[in-house]
Each structure stands twice: as structure tokens, then as C-alpha cells.
């Protein structure tokens, strides 16, 4: 279940806020040397002011690949190349691109609820099968069965509150 909690926080670092984040860059793959690399790999990505992310390249004959990497993204940046400094401004998103992100981060959140009420059935289904099998009594079940409903209530209820505080960060302007 926590599991579950933490993967959904790490997809929500993903989706594009107005703000501009080291980890929005972590898709971005760049083709030098013969293959295919991580962005993180082949410079320093900072975070100068709130709306910009700056790629700092370590090998200057890499600059052109990491540019191309991050404008064919997909991730509807423009790259700003000045020597081995990549500047990339994070345009300001629009209202309706705004409720499609949080469409997306509710998505997300449903994901995650759905996997934790997995856990959940399977828990259930384990003590269900051991009470079967005579290897723990009526008193036991009933209170591991309430231990797992509090542990998915609370996992429920901090994905809830992720969704809120993730929605909240997207609609602001």
C-alpha cells in the first residue's frame, strides 16, 4: 500500500505544474556516445529562477544532441542552447490545459486507490485461506482483518490528500 502511495507521488513530479522542476526533464532521453542516456547523465540540470530549468553539459559536442532530445520530448519545451548552457523557459499553461492535468493527476490517484484495495482483497483472501486451513482462529481474522481495512483507509486517505494538494498546485496561477 505504501508502495503504491509513493509511485503515484512520483508520477505527480511528473506532470507539468506552471513551476518548473528538475524531474520534469526525467523522460528526456539524449543519443550520444553510440546510445541512448539519461539527460542526468550527460549534464547538470538546475533550477535558477521558477519559471526556467538550465542543463549545464559536461561535453560541449553534446549540446546540439541534448537540445534536439529536449525539444522532440514531447514535453512542449523550446530549448534555448548558449554554448554548453541549455536554457529551457517553462511556458505558462492555459485554463484548459490546466483541467486536463488535473484530469490526468485524478487518473493517477484512481490507479493508486486501485491498487491498494488490491492489496486490501489480497490480505483478506490470505487470512480467509489460513483460517481454512486451521492455522489461526475466528478472534485473529477479525482483527487483522481490521488492522488491513485502517492500513487501505489511511493509504486511501493520503492519496486523497495528494490528489488535493497536486490538483491545488496545478489550478493556481
Do not use: C
Request: glycine residues 6%; aromatic residues 2%.
Amino acid at each position: 500500500m505504501h508502495k503504491a502511495v509513493d509511485v503515484l507521488k512520483h508520477e505527480f513530479s511528473g506532470l507539468r505544474t506552471g513551476r518548473a522542476t528538475i524531474s520534469m526533464l526525467d523522460p528526456v532521453r539524449v543519443d550520444v556516445y553510440g546510445s541512448s542516456m539519461p539527460l542526468n547523465q550527460v549534464g547538470t540540470i538546475s533550477v535558477p529562477e521558477p519559471r526556467m530549468i538550465s542543463v549545464q553539459v559536461w561535453d560541449k559536442s553534446n549540446a546540439k544532441a541534448v537540445e534536439k532530445a529536449i525539444a522532440s520530448s514531447g514535453l512542449g519545451l523550446n530549448p534555448q542552447a548558449d554554448g554548453q548552457l541549455i536554457r529551457i523557459p517553462i511556458p505558462e499553461l492555459n485554463e484548459q490545459r490546466r483541467k486536463e492535468l488535473s484530469k490526468v493527476a485524478g487518473q493517477y490517484a484512481e490507479q493508486a486507490r486501485v491498487a491498494v484495495r488490491g492489496v486490501r482483497r489480497d490480505g483478506m483472501d490470505s487470512l480467509k485461506k489460513l483460517e481454512k486451513d486451521h492455522e489461526i482462529g475466528e478472534d485473529d481474522v477479525k482483527m487483522w482483518q481490521e488492522e488491513i481495512q485502517r492500513l487501505t483507509d489511511e493509504s486511501i486517505k493520503r492519496i486523497d490528500d495528494a490528489l488535493a494538494q497536486k490538483s491545488k498546485e496545478i489550478m493556481q496561477v
